[in-house]
């Protein structure tokens, strides 16, 4: 099977074969990777301005029209700062623990249906790529505060591992009800078994799979109220108590593709991705048709929910964190799931067809 659509192999047809793969999906990787580092920016700009509205203080309005140029700032600042490297510290693991946190982060989009007709890589077992690359985050963690030989960064280390092992299973058992739904692990035949009537998604079947998800889903991204992982507002930080400059920044960045692939996901588990909520209504005329506008509207509002949450909740003690996870959270997944396989057993909700 040639991996190259036809108009694309046209223009490269004075290349090889394999090159022609190569400089495609190079092209497609830098044309979805710019657009998500673009997003991610926004957001920044958009967090400290919600934020700011909420707790009733000013937010950037200085940089720029509103505080919009506020990100490029950041961008400069971070650029001109040392990186910094401690003389007891692995050099090289140091400095690659990083690219494992974002890297993670940036190829889980490969398998992620922007619309009904996009998506990079269009494979059975997406579900499965997507597991196995967001566990393989917490391994940028761990490296970062042993690398650094400190103890106050491998004792926060440690702490995020806990805490992000911990979600993750809650977060797996969570999408097994979504598996049972949709009968498959393609990302793109989960939004499709979503199609229907006015309860078709997967969310007004699964509520407490749904809440469970998203809620891990903030733990896993170490945001606000479950950020003692990086300890912003201690004496001593977390795990990236020693990185400056760059080297900090791409964790910064990680952080908030992590929260926008969160955000994409959730709407495509349990919000029918790129569907309409409008579909069976009896005026979607001057609505627009299923396509990458109602993914990207859904993935704003779970967006807004990160900041949400941020400027309301106070930060849960470690052991309050760790107790949800473990004694909260997978009980009422494996109790949710036996739910779900009575209404499979008598053809009812997402079974009904």
């Known amino acids: 099977m040639n991996l190259v659509p036809e108009f694309a192999r046209n223009l ?6 394999w090159l022609q793969v ?6 497609l990787a830098l044309a979805m990777f710019i657009p998500i580092i673009l997003m991610m920016a926004l957001l920044t700009w958009v967090e400290r301005r919600v934020i700011g509205s ?3 203080r000013i937010g950037p309005n200085r940089v720029g029209p509103i505080g919009l140029l506020q990100p490029i700032a950041d961008v400069v600042k971070l650029l001109l700062k040392e990186i910094v490297i401690p003389s007891s510290a692995n050099k090289m693991l140091f ?3 990083p690219l494992l946190a974002l890297i993670p982060a940036l190829c889980t989009w490969a398998v992620v249906p922007l619309s009904p007709n996009f998506t990079v890589s269009d ?16 391994y940028g963690v761990i490296l970062a505060g042993w690398a650094t030989n400190s103890k106050y960064a491998f004792l926060g280390a440690m702490r995020a591992a806990a805490q992000m092992v911990a979600y993750e299973i809650a977060m797996g058992f969570a999408l097994v009800g979504v598996v049972m739904a949709a009968g498959s692990l393609n990302l793109g035949e989960i939004i499709e078994a979503q199609r229907g ?3 078709s998604f997967f969310f007004w079947w699964m509520i407490p799979l749904f809440v469970v998800y998203f809620i891990s889903g903030i733990a896993e991204t170490n945001r606000a109220p479950f950020d003692v992982v990086e300890g912003e507002s201690e004496i001593v930080a977390g795990f990236h108590v020693e990185y400056s400059g760059m080297a900090f920044a791409v964790f910064f960045v990680a952080e908030y593709v992590n929260m926008i692939l969160i955000s994409a996901l959730t709407a495509i588990f349990f919000f029918g991705g790129w569907l ?22 859904k ?8 900041l949400w949450f941020r400027a309301t909740f106070p930060r849960y003690r470690y052991d309050q964190i760790m107790r949800l996870g473990w004694k909260v959270f997978i009980p009422v997944t494996l109790v949710w799931i036996a739910v779900l396989m009575v209404l499979a057993y008598y053809k009812i909700g997402p079974w009904a067809g």
């Open 197 to 199: 009537t006015y309860f």
């Open 276 to 297: 309409s909520p409008f579909m069976v209504w009896p005026f979607p005329s001057f609505l627009p048709a299923p396509s990458f506008i109602w993914l990207f509207i």
């Open 54 to 56: 909420i707790q009733a």
């Open 12 to 17: 490269l047809s004075f290349l090889p074969e």
């Open 95 to 97: 400095l690659v623990a």
């Open 299 to 306: 993935i704003w509002f779970f967006l807004f929910c990160f």
């Open 123 to 138: 494979i059975n077992a997406g579900l499965l790529y997507i597991l196995a690359l967001t566990s393989a985050g917490v």
């Open 22 to 27: 190569v400089v495609y999906y190079s092209v």
